[in-house]
């Protein structure tokens, strides 16, 4: 069994994917974590030194790659992930994707904190992230609402509802 959990930064895709992952006992992982991880460099390192193109390459053969080593597993993806070199695709083809469809203005409240640490958002300025993530959501939005399940109510799901959700897909 396969998970790749899909949405916008700030969903919520680690926090689940981790717990999802416990408490099925699959191996857990965090695509960002893993590119970071064999390029040994930072997200925002990554994007400022060798630029997006070359990211979301590695981020393609790293997913393949992770699918690849692993028959069981969930797999946290970035927000670009199904948006590029028909991720989405390939990961329906090898799994259950699932999107984690968060309210705007909570994506926004996670956001404001953690802003530095994305480098989509470092030089947006606070009064036009709002209209950022909605711009950005409408853009990919074609490609979440391909997953096989989409979590709207994240907030108000219990983690069985959301296990079971998954495991019925």
Request: aromatic share 10%; charged share 30%; with cysteine.
């Amino acid at each position: 069994m396969r998970i790749f959990l899909i949405g916008f930064m700030g969903s919520g895709k680690t926090h689940w994917g981790k717990q999802v992952a416990q408490r099925l006992s699959l191996p857990f992982y965090d695509l960002d974590e893993v590119i970071v991880q064999e390029e040994k460099r930072s997200i925002p390192e990554i994007f400022g030194e060798s630029g997006e193109e070359y990211f979301r390459n590695r981020e393609k053969e790293v997913l393949e790659k992770i699918v690849d080593e692993n028959s069981n597993m969930v797999l946290s993806c970035g927000g670009g992930t199904p948006c590029f070199f028909n991720n989405i695709e390939f990961m329906k083809k090898y799994g259950t994707v699932v999107w984690l469809n968060t309210q705007v203005d909570v994506l926004l409240h996670r956001l404001m904190r953690e802003r530095m640490q994305r480098p989509l958002l470092k030089d947006i300025q606070d009064e036009d992230l709002k209209h950022f993530i909605i711009r950005k959501l409408n853009e990919r939005r074609m490609y979440y609402e391909q997953a096989d399940v989409i979590i709207d109510k994240e907030d108000a799901i219990s983690m069985n509802d959301f296990i079971q959700t998954v495991l019925h897909a």
